[in-house]
């Protein structure tokens, strides 16, 4: 029988064209999806394994530990948004419309906490507040107490204590858009409600927050998906979250599958959050008319500024100053630290994986934004949401994303390598640093991507236009004009992607290869084992490298 005309073989390149020309691809569409596609397989790879059945596990589970890590995961959520909001909101209100002794200064410091991991405060208070501890002691002595059946002190080791520390650490999230949200309101708007008879506290309540409301919905939304993510702190302190039970599940009971599902169901709380946050912002709509001024500040007197300032240094102070000055002092305790080769190797791991992070991340961020700037379409945008949506992730669940698709490949390769040449290939690509940077890339490519599409944005498409009038190629337009426009948002990106992959605990301790630590596993395997003065030196390199984007981010915030 004789084919159709239009599936002869000269015929096909010729079909092919005809298609991608009617769906409107070409390379940059099917480079971007491809990347899309490869970023996000590991989430995809979690959702699917809500289809895998393991009855008897999940009796298990259902049984024993489920119910505690929906209820404390339920808890940690209440508690940290309860949290983060009051103390977001109030101290950006403060330095943002009123007038008090040290705004300026403060205006930066209210940053510093977002250097210091929880995890890392979680030791650090641990040392500070237990029985053994320079506080307890002290009490002790000072009103003659013989032992801890004599008084009752809180056991910071809860989950009150590791809502009290992942709310010090998440609030600026929620400070830093509202800051902006404020100043972005129109001035007039405040005034007319002053000459209408409303006080400070009711122009506050009545007219700032209700125009706030969609930057405290985004602020707050961060800061329970970093919440959901967190394992060093609620590890540490016992306090059992879906994060802590996808640990034990894999690495414990040694069930893939069943670790393979709370991951999904974990995911499925996170995407929960996501349309959450996207309905609340979507359900009204704030504009503001006339342009932008500098706001007229209310000036504080008496106890209002003495308030309002105690109310901004209460979270710097335990936030930051406290914890680092503890930090400090163990530190110092132990210089000799500074001379063992080990530490210097942790801190060489961390950094070779967050520079090698950092430069693909960018580079792929720069195509993917670079392809959404050239092809506006629906695809492209939903490629590019697909590729940046693993911030939203926790770590734990993209590891278990990774680890199951390559364990299957290095297995069924050394199954077939066994059985036709009888060599063991074992495993080539699970627990390599392949994996890890694969887990960093799906995990903080959105930092790098909001960054470079935010800079890309302010380039005027009049330059591509005279690029391209004199005969360059959008990869040579990209090369010779953007790029050297680009360069300080570029640099941005690699920043906050490095200090990320830096902190990052989850993800690390689950993919990384044998013997392999960095300076944040290290820190956390020391307070683990309760050697909590040797686990300070790399916590406070930890800091100290987790200072410079804050750093960034001050200096942007002072032109504002």
């Not at 959702?47 to 119910?67: D, E, I, S």
């Not at 209820?71 to 103390?87: D, E, R």
């Not at 002092?329 to 950094?351: C, P, T």
């Not at 693909?360 to 945008?381: F, V, W």
Request: charged content about 10%; aromatic content about 12%; glycine content about 8%.
């Amino acid at each position: 029988m004789r084919l159709p005309s239009f599936f002869a073989p000269k015929a096909v390149p010729s079909l092919l064209r005809l298609v991608f020309s009617k769906l409107r691809l070409d390379g940059w569409q099917i480079l971007v999806g491809a990347i899309a596609l490869f970023i996000a397989a590991p989430v995809l790879v979690v959702l699917t394994g809500l289809f895998t059945p393991a009855v008897a596990v999940w009796q298990h589970l259902a049984a024993t530990v489920l119910p505690r890590y929906l209820l404390n995961s339920l808890g940690l959520m209440l508690g940290v948004g309860v949290g983060v909001v009051a103390m977001g909101v109030a101290t950006a209100w403060f330095v943002t419309l009123c007038q008090f002794p040290g705004r300026r200064w403060l205006e930066w410091a209210l940053l510093l906490p977002l250097a210091a991991p929880a995890y890392i405060l979680a030791f650090t208070y641990t040392e500070f507040l237990e029985y053994y501890g320079p506080v307890q002691t002290g009490l002790r002595a000072l009103f003659g107490w013989g032992g801890a059946g004599e008084y009752w002190f809180p056991s910071i080791r809860s989950l009150g204590g590791a809502i009290a520390l992942l709310t010090l650490t998440l609030y600026p999230y929620v400070y830093l858009l509202v800051r902006v949200a404020f100043l972005e309101q129109s001035t007039r708007t405040l005034e007319a409600s002053r000459t209408l008879g409303c006080s400070p506290w009711q122009s506050f309540y009545r007219v700032a927050l209700p125009l706030a409301r969609p930057a405290i919905a985004a602020g707050t939304a961060l800061a329970l998906m970093e919440t959901l993510s967190d394992f060093g702190t609620v590890q540490y302190f016992s306090v059992d979250t879906f994060t802590t039970g996808i640990y034990r599940t894999w690495f414990g009971m040694g069930e893939r599958i069943a670790a393979t599902q709370l991951a999904a169901l974990l995911l499925l709380f996170v995407l929960a959050l996501i349309l959450l946050e996207q309905w609340f912002r979507r359900h009204g709509r704030y504009y503001q008319t006339g342009q932008r001024v500098v706001p007229c500040r209310y000036v504080l007197s008496g106890w209002r500024r003495w308030g309002a300032l105690a109310t901004c240094l209460i979270p710097i102070t335990l936030g930051f100053l406290l914890p680092a000055t503890l930090l400090l002092l163990m530190g110092l305790r132990h210089l000799d630290q500074l001379s063992d080769e080990r530490l210097w190797g942790y801190a060489r791991n961390s950094l070779v994986l967050a520079g090698l992070t950092a430069v693909l991340a960018g580079a792929i961020a720069l195509l993917l934004a670079y392809g959404l700037r050239l092809r506006p379409y629906r695809s492209m945008q939903f490629s590019v949401r697909l590729a940046a949506m693993g911030y939203a992730i926790p770590g734990s669940v993209i590891a278990v994303g990774i680890l199951v698709p390559l364990g299957t490949f290095d297995n069924a390769l050394d199954a077939w390598m066994r059985a036709t040449f009888g060599i063991s290939t074992g495993l080539l690509l699970s627990g390599t640093l392949v994996a890890l940077v694969f887990a960093y890339l799906v995990r903080f490519l959105a930092v790098a991507f909001n960054a470079v599409e935010s800079s890309l944005a302010r380039i005027k498409p009049s330059l591509d236009d005279a690029a391209r009038s004199l005969g360059h190629s959008p990869a040579a337009t990209l090369r010779r004009v953007h790029l050297p426009i680009l360069r300080s948002g570029l640099l941005t990106a690699l920043m906050l992607v490095f200090v990320d992959v830096i902190k990052e605990l989850p993800a690390t301790l689950i993919v990384r290869p044998f013997n392999f630590d960095t300076l944040a596993v290290r820190a956390y395997q020391l307070a683990s084992d309760e050697r909590l003065a040797e686990a300070a030196m790399p916590a406070l390199l930890v800091v100290l490298v987790g200072m410079i984007p804050v750093a960034l981010l001050s200096h942007q915030l002072q032109r504002q």
